[in-house]
Nanobody, 124 residues
């Protein structure tokens, strides 16, 4: 079974940067999609970004487009989320997840495997 482990969260000032990592163990991703979601206290889980493992095609929520960049390292089975120009509204627990390619990228119910998450806190 696929195991996903996030790291790289922390406390950063508004306007700063963080890079999150999602390391996978178990089977390879194949033609799957790796996504990042976030959830702030009292709010619904929100799609952030996703990447097609095969071709590297990316998808971004409007709220992070131009500030966040998702990438992958095929040899390491690792997905990264580079977060720049962070805002207090970006404060959340960030989780990575894995899904089959035909399902919705932005719907968390499409994802079968989830990491436990890493906390990102952006101070104003």
């Amino acid at each position: 079974q696929v195991q996903l482990v996030e790291s790289g969260g922390g406390l950063v000032q508004a306007g700063g940067s963080l890079r999150l990592s999602c390391a996978a163990s178990g089977r390879t991703f194949g033609n799957s999609v790796l996504g990042w979601f976030r959830q702030a206290p009292g709010k619904e889980r929100e799609f952030v970004t996703a990447i097609n493992w095969n071709d590297g095609y990316t998808y971004y929520a409007d709220s992070v487009k131009g500030r966040f960049t998702i990438s992958r390292d095929n040899a390491k089975n690792t997905v990264y989320l580079q977060m720049n120009r962070l805002k207090p509204d970006d404060t959340a627990v960030y989780c990575c997840a894995l899904k089959a390619p035909l399902d919705s990228n932005s719907d968390p119910r499409s994802y079968a495997y989830w990491g436990q998450g890493t906390q990102v806190t952006v101070a104003s």
